[in-house]
């Protein structure tokens, strides 16, 4: 039933195209770039309401950040697309039993943290915020959550952050958005037009926008932990992510998938975090 939709709405897109190649393309992004799940359910605003939880700013937006305060190192948890911080739940309670102080904010877009629209960009500018309000020693960021913190620490060099965990994080920007064209099976048009959007909006075409190449110019110390079954981002951009990560370890894992969420994955966080 979801592929039929998948491919009703592609189609309908495509039809838009030759009346209105901008027009389409547009209904595109606003597709792409619009999470239609991420919001907290009362289950995990029931953890949540265990932290300390402040709302900060970036512009007009509202970013929902929550603490658990401890003695050691801060962390940052920077979760991926239609999740929230509550997905953290398990590792959480784990750091705070170790002494960390955790920290977590909610993307753009999702959990209780402001706007309709989410990108990575914007993303950076929400954990820029964070870090300049709690200093976090280590950030552990899934999927593109860790896009987002790479790119924020390319484009800051944040002084305090000594190590960086990136889980399942997505590399080339351009495959991200292929893989999306193909899913929805959009027609040359739409590719093409989205291409030119690209570039207005953002500046650059999506082939600037790379993991790998800004984690050149990251000098943190950083373990990358990847799944060679995640049918979400290959793990072939884990390759690419540890060729330019100078200063890191990549673990590869099997059968746990895109979530990562397991206790394996956890101990060699710990053991990458109190090394």
């Not at 979801?2 to 393309?25: D, F, H, Q, R, T």
């Not at 289950?43 to 309401?49: A, G, I, K, T, Y």
């Not at 500018?125 to 899934?142: Q, T």
């Not at 030119?196 to 800004?214: C, N």
């Amino acid at each position: 039933m979801k592929e039929l939709v998948v491919k009703l709405i592609g189609n309908y897109i495509n039809m838009l195209s030759y009346i209105s190649k901008p027009y389409a393309a547009n209904k595109a992004m606003y597709l792409f770039t619009t999470p239609r799940a991420g919001k907290v359910n009362e289950e995990q605003s029931d953890f949540l309401q265990t932290a300390y939880q402040e709302e900060l700013k970036f512009e007009n937006h509202r970013i929902m950040t929550y603490r658990w305060l401890g003695t050691k190192q801060t962390i940052l948890l920077t979760h991926g697309w239609e999740s929230n911080s509550a997905r953290w739940k398990k590792l959480i309670i784990d750091l705070k039993k170790k002494g960390f102080n955790v920290v977590a904010l909610d993307a753009p877009a999702h959990g209780r943290s402001g706007g309709n629209i989410f990108n990575a960009l914007l993303y950076a500018e929400f954990i820029n915020v964070v870090a300049n309000r709690f200093s976090p020693d280590i950030i552990i960021g899934h999927s593109v959550g860790g896009m987002a913190s790479v790119y924020f620490q390319h484009k800051y060099q944040f002084a305090p952050l000594k190590k960086l965990v990136l889980l399942g994080s997505p590399s080339e920007f351009k495959d991200v958005m292929k893989r999306y064209t193909d899913m929805l099976g959009y027609n040359q048009r739409i590719v093409s037009e989205l291409q030119h959007t690209i570039v207005e909006r953002f500046g650059s075409p999506a082939e600037t926008f790379s993991t790998a190449k800004f984690l050149e110019t990251i000098a943190s110390e950083g373990l990358i932990i990847h799944d060679e079954d995640d049918r979400i981002i290959p793990y072939k951009d884990a390759l690419l992510i540890k060729n330019s990560f100078k200063n890191s370890k990549l673990i590869t894992t099997k059968g746990l998938g895109h979530s990562l969420i397991d206790a394996s994955v956890a101990e060699h966080i710990y053991a990458f975090i109190d090394a």
